[in-house]
Structures are given as C-alpha cells and as structure tokens.
C-alpha cells in the first residue's frame, strides 16, 4: 500500500509529495463543508443519465438542437467523475490546503460542458474587465502615470469556484446571455443545461459518492466562463455603484479570473472603506488584498513605480517557482523544443520594461537553460 501520493503543485511546477494521512485528511476536511458538499448513498449516474435525456430530446423535439448534436451531447458509458487536490504550497509548505479538482474525463456533463462553454465564453471576452493574457495587462498599463494620491491594490477572490451560489451564477449567465444576439429559446435552453450540470456535479472520492451543493467544479470546462459572468454581474451591480458613492476614483480596473488589479486615486482611508464595502456582500464573495504606492505583482508580472510616477515591469515568480522547463532529452520533437527558448526570452522582451531587467532576467534564462540540458 503506498504511504505517498504524487501531485502537480497547484502553482509554481513543483512535484509534491504528499503524505497519503495528510492528503485524505485534507480531502475529507473539505468534504465535510456541509454548505459545499453532500454525502451519497449511491451512485446517481444512471438516475442523472435519464434527466439529461429528458431535457435533450424535449430540446430536439422543439427544434431548439438537431439530432447529431443531441447526439454528440449524450454519453453511452460515462465514467463517474473523480476527485483529487492539488497542493497549494505557495500557501503553505508544511501543511499546504489542496485546491479540489473534479476530473470529468469521459463524465455525463463533459459535451454538455463544451457546449455551454462555446456560448459563456464569447460573453466574457466582451466584459470590461476582461483581460486576455499578460500582454493584455501590460497594454491597459500603458497609459497610467502615478500620482502622490494614487495606490496599486490587487485583489484575489477566495474559493472562487466553490462560493458561488447556484440561483446567483444562473441569473448572472442569464444577463450576459440575453445581451446576445441568440434566439429566446436556445437562452432557456442553455440555462437549463447550466442549471443540470451545477445540480448534478457528482463525483467518487475513496469509494464514496458526493454532491456538490454550492458553486462549480474546478475541471468543467465551462467552469472559468461561469466564473467571470458571475463576477462581472458582481463588479456591474456593486463595484461600479460603489465607485461612483465614494469620493476616490478606480482607474483601469481588470481582472482574469479571480484575479484583480486596479489603480486607486483618492485617500487611504476612502480606498479602505471600498474594500471593506466589497468584503461586506450578500454574494459570498471574500477579497484579500495588497495595496501599495512602490511595487506590487499581478499574474506574471511585477509593476514597479518610479521616481518620475512611471510604471515599469518586470517577470515576477513566486518563491516556490521551480524551474520545470522541458528538458533537452525529452522525445518531443526538435521544432518544439527549439521554440522553447524563442518564446522565453520574446515573453521576457515584452514584460521587461528596462534593458536592466531584460538582463537579469536573460541570465536567469541561460541558467534555466542550462539546468535543463
């Protein structure tokens, strides 16, 4: 009987081994999140089988789907979905939480998924706050001079997926939806299929069968789309109210994920009251934060302010970073791994502001390199 478990840190590209004791028992924590999480006494595949079948065919009855993407959306055999954690070691090193993943490889909602997802997603990118990538930030970064008057805060929104209230995270699809150009019925449809996937996420973990009861499964493919509506109805509802209350002024506010960054003219005293304002909600939503007037990281970038008010970037890493590059005798092929070094040092060229750092960080580069044969 192994004594370990190996696993992929949740961040960084370490490999973590856990022991078996403190990775149940970290699992078994959670699971005991009676708001989160319900016990089963069986598995409830074949139940959930027949009530997706139900929605489907009534959809091509209607005429709202065809038959061959009924088809595609419908699985004959599916693999009841599994539960593990990834190690948050960025968070702890001794005793590190683990981020719950539900692997849906092969599952019932796994084309159901998909297929929502390639209707969420195009909601997103439309979202203000929406940014696409570390070039996207860098952009929107462009233009702001600091001022004496003006903070750096980021922000991360804790336990995303698994805070989300199942009634909040379909009336926030549903508002994004109806902003499209789709026809009413296909709308009523998609929600419906929403509502089945966040009602019936099920999963095994130690020969046990779970319910999940509030949010959505970190693994669903339409997982992050229905994260950001659900957050972007929120900074629609209560951030830009807010904002617009309060004497200070929010600038270039973006986000990816759960991740946010923006620029705060005005008081400290006034910027403490808004973030106690956001923490203060009926939606479930907890923010931690940083905030400072010199240096603060988002994503994969460090933004460093200068004498001048200027904002220079730089890479930035987390401390429990590793370097997991793919090593020169691995059998993938030879254009892949040449493009490697391309990509690297062009990623380092966007984000470097200075010649200084684009050094510092080229030499920690050919390190890197090198290690890795």
């Known amino acids: 009987m192994r004594e370990v478990v190996f696993k992929p840190a949740d961040k960084g590209g370490n490999v973590v081994v856990w022991p078996v004791d403190m990775y149940e028992a970290e699992a078994f924590r959670q699971l005991k999140d009676h708001k989160c999480y ?16 139900t929605i489907l065919c009534e959809a091509v009855s209607a005429g709202i789907i065809t038959k061959s993407v009924h088809e595609g959306l419908m699985v004959k055999f599916p693999v009841t979905p599994s539960l593990y954690l990834l190690p948050k070691v ?7 939480p683990g981020r719950p993943i539900v692997s849906g490889c092969g599952s019932l909602c796994e084309p159901v998924c998909r297929f929502l997802d390639y209707y969420l997603k195009p909601c997103v990118e439309c979202l203000p706050s929406y940014v696409r990538d570390s070039t996207d930030v860098l952009r929107r970064l462009d233009d702001i001079k600091m001022e004496d008057d003006m903070f750096l805060v980021s922000c991360d929104v804790e336990s995303l997926y698994t805070c989300i209230d199942h009634d909040l995270g379909l009336a926030s699809s549903r508002y994004f939806l109806q902003m499209r150009d789709l026809p009413g019925e296909l709308i009523e449809l998609l929600l419906q299929l929403l509502h089945f996937v966040l009602r019936h996420n099920y999963f095994v973990f130690k020969n ?12 669903a493919t339409c997982a992050p789309s229905f994260a950001n509506l659900f957050l972007g109805h929120w900074e629609r509802e209560t951030v830009q109210p807010l904002v617009e209350k309060l004497q200070g002024e929010v600038l270039s506010w973006m986000r990816f994920i759960d991740d946010i960054l923006f620029v705060w003219q005005g008081s400290r005293s006034d910027l403490d009251r808004f973030l106690n ?29 200068t004498e001048a008010g200027c904002l220079e970037t730089s890479v930035y890493r ?28 062009l990623r ?4 470097c502001t200075s ?8 030499q920690i ?4 390199f090198t290690q890795r044969g």
């Not at 006494?41 to 089988?49: A, D, I």
């Open 38 to 53: 319900r016990s089963l006494s069986r598995n409830p595949t074949e139940e959930f089988k027949n009530k997706l079948d």
């Open 90 to 96: 960025h968070k702890s090193l001794e005793r590190p």
């Open 208 to 219: 046990r069968f779970y319910l999940q009861l509030r949010g959505v499964a970190m693994g």
């Open 277 to 305: 304002l956001l923490n203060n909600n009926d939606k479930n939503i907890t923010l931690t934060q940083t905030v400072c007037q010199t240096e603060i990281s988002f994503l994969d970038i460090n933004i460093r302010v």
């Open 318 to 345: 987390k401390e429990t970073a590793v370097n997991s590059l793919l090593h020169a005798s691995s059998f993938h092929p030879g254009h892949q791994k040449r493009s490697i070094p391309i990509g690297k040092f």
């Open 348 to 351: 380092a060229k966007r984000i």
């Open 355 to 362: 010649k200084q750092d684009f050094d510092k960080e080229s």
């Open 365 to 368: 580069l050919q390190e890197r």
